[in-house]
């Protein structure tokens, strides 16, 4: 995978999350009750992803970046599929756990990756550049989210997202197979 | 090949995820459990314009689906909505027709609100003759549940109605009015949505005033004399709210009237024309966001509400803004309780030896989140079928607290179905736009033309093509 492609796939996927994460909170609101269980669902979350780092941190010195960002991707991909089914609060908390573990995943692979292919000399420019380019894709992601929720319900959104995750899973085999040519 | 496999699998994962999403969407009593009324409608079709509404009426009696009416959809007991009905929204039908300045009256459609035709008016110098307290209401809405307010001169709402077009279950438009078609006329007022759409209505107004507020505090006992001779006797007494107390220490006990009469100087009218908007419902809603948690909160809302009363007392205001009370302040937003009304009507004389009994029956029940009651007066008016003033009344209208589950719902019912048997005792009668918690038999004595109603109901609506909750509820 090289650094280019490493953008576009950061971008796809920024675009998925940043799809339903400022939504999703609609979703709480029609299963749980009060600010107390949006605490906890986003409690949980970040729970999760500080109990898991050490385990990750570890494997992607091993597995690698890639095989990571897979599992991010497809598991964020069926992940979503769940969250229209969720009816009761603690179907929301299983699934914050599940997304702590994944998220965990991805913020991981992401500066790893960073920090294996920016050179030091340029890494303000090259850090820069990927902030614009993934940042831009979010923003665009959130706005136009903002008119399908209007129109559609919350629960097309994260099956929307859902195939974004599946497709930039999808691209990251493909990187697979041009490095295998190169 | 691995990948494929993947593909694959995450397909069938995506198709079984649509299939039980839809199976669960489908499944009308799993949505919305948390509301009182858990009812799914097939579809909202907005009033545009009277041909559509007519195709819409039409369409409906070839196809068979009912339909239900629905304004800003305010009313508690499912007047608005029928299971798997189309819903038709009237709030986009909401022109103002016509003020005819030296007739005095205005026309508008029904989806209108009180406010738009308080912002239409008022620059006639024109005034409402009767309107609920609240102006977010549209007129169809009002009218359908034979709305009053705070006038106490001019009669019911019906009174004011000049005259209406109505589309019936046959997709015919009519002209209603106290001389043509009058048993329709006083069937739809106070009908609950079930004869037929209202279009448009006329009304006749009367003068935009200046008034003096005048506010005073007593106890319950004293009130209805207070109310005979210091304001049903004066003439420039025009409107009249009170309100009872729900603070333990003083609860049902004490009381305060806000009476707004003719200013002796009508020249400073222009400074006080200008309608006013809503402003500061953060302190309001912070009061009474107090006393819904516990008595203490109570306490303090009672204080704030007389200290408050006591500082508007003398203060000039027009009669359009008098009608134009706030709100907003009132938004509640907490899934898991909601906030119901209900509203007991009282002969003036029955008041003293009811409210007594009333507390009884709210002491005995401890846990009743009581936050607020209001008493206004209306003028004895048979001419809707369903008429609740039967006499000269006192309305008390009690805004409750309640949780959504199941047991929480029963709590109140009980002390609701107490609550009413007591009025019924004393010759007094409930305002039906609120939640089914009354039974039938309550419903038959509270109104004596019950069957009346319904039997008309058969004959403008063989078909049954306007249904409600309500009508499901409550027919014979």
């Not at chain 2, 305010?74 to 005819?100: A, C, F, R, W």
């Not at chain 2, 938004?331 to 009811?354: G, H, I, M, W």
Request: aromatic share 12%; with cysteine.
């Amino acid at each position: 995978m090289n650094y280019n492609r490493f953008i576009y796939y950061q971008g796809t996927i920024g675009m998925a999350s940043s799809m339903i994460f400022p939504f999703y909170i609609l979703l709480i609101k029609n299963v749980g009750n009060s600010y107390a269980q949006f605490g906890w669902a986003y409690g949980l979350f970040a729970l999760t992803a500080a109990l898991c780092y050490p385990l990750i941190g570890k494997y992607a010195d091993r597995v690698g970046d890639k095989t990571l960002l897979s599992v991010y991707s497809w598991g964020m991909a069926v992940l979503l599929l769940c969250f229209p089914l969720a009816t009761e609060v603690y179907h929301v908390y299983i699934l914050q756990v599940l997304m702590g573990v994944l998220g965990a995943v991805q913020k991981n692979s992401e500066k790893t990756v960073l920090a294996r292919y920016v050179t030091k000399e340029m890494a303000g420019t090259q850090i820069g550049r990927y902030h614009v380019w993934t940042s831009i894709a979010a923003a665009i992601a959130v706005i136009a989210t903002g008119y399908l929720v209007d129109f559609l319900t919350i629960a097309t959104i994260f099956y929307i997202a859902s195939l974004v995750y599946a497709w930039s899973g999808m691209q990251l085999m493909k990187s697979d197979k041009i490095e295998a040519e190169v | 090949m691995k990948k494929i496999g993947l593909v694959l699998l995450y397909c069938f994962i995506l198709c079984l995820s649509a299939y039980f999403y839809s199976a669960h969407l489908h499944d009308s009593t799993a949505e919305a459990h948390q509301r009182l009324l858990p009812v799914k409608i097939r579809t909202v079709k907005p009033g545009t314009d009277e041909k559509d509404l007519q195709q819409l009426v039409q369409n409906a009696n070839r196809s068979g689906d009912i339909l239900s009416i629905a304004g800003m959809q305010h009313s508690q007991g499912g007047q608005t909505v029928y299971p798997d009905g189309i819903m038709v929204d009237m709030k986009p039908y909401n022109q103002i027709l016509e003020v005819d300045e030296d007739a005095k009256t205005v026309t508008v459609q029904s989806g209108a609100t009180w406010a738009d035709i308080q912002e239409a008016v008022n620059p006639y110098g024109l005034s409402l003759k009767v309107s609920q307290s609240q102006n977010i209401f549209t007129i169809g809405g009002s009218l359908s549940v034979n709305a009053h307010g705070l006038d106490i001169r001019h009669g019911g709402l019906s009174d004011t109605v000049l005259s209406m077009r109505v589309l019936t279950a046959d997709g015919e438009i009519r002209n209603l009015s106290p001389t043509e078609n009058k048993e329709l006329f006083y069937a739809i007022i106070g009908g609950y949505g079930l004869f037929g759409i209202i279009l448009d209505a006329t009304f006749q107004l009367t003068e935009d005033e200046l008034y003096v507020t005048e506010t005073q505090s007593m106890d319950f006992q004293d009130y209805p004399a207070y109310f005979k001779e210091q304001v049903k006797a004066k003439p420039e007494a025009k409107m009249h709210l009170a309100r009872l107390s729900i603070a333990p220490e003083s609860l049902l006990e004490e009381m305060y009237a806000i009476t707004y009469e003719t200013a002796p100087d009508q020249s400073k009218l222009p400074e006080h024309k200008q309608l006013k908007t809503e402003n500061l419902v953060a302190v309001p809603k912070f009061f009474l966001g107090l006393s819904r948690i516990n008595d203490a909160g109570k306490e303090t809302f009672w204080k704030t509400q007389k200290t408050y009363t006591e500082g508007i007392d003398g203060k000039l205001v027009s009669r359009n803004n008098v009608m134009r009370s706030d709100s907003e302040f009132m938004e509640y937003d907490n899934s898991r309780k909601t906030e119901v009304l209900q509203e007991y009507f009282v002969p003036v004389d029955e008041f003293e030896s009811y409210i007594p009994e009333l507390k009884t029956v709210l002491e005995a029940h401890p846990d009743f989140n009581l936050l607020n009651v209001t008493v206004r007066y209306v003028d004895q008016n048979d001419n809707a079928v369903l008429s609740y003033a039967k006499e000269d009344m006192f309305s008390l209208v009690l805004l409750i607290n309640q949780g959504t589950d199941p047991e929480s719902m029963a709590d109140t019912r009980e002390v609701v179905q107490e609550m009413i048997d007591v009025t019924l005792a004393h010759h007094g009668s409930y305002y039906l736009p609120y939640f089914g918690y009354p039974t039938k038999s309550q419903m038959q004595k509270a109104y004596p033309r019950t069957n009346e109603f319904f039997q008309l109901k058969d004959r403008y609506d063989p078909d049954h093509r306007f249904k409600n909750l309500f009508y499901e509820e409550y027919r014979p």
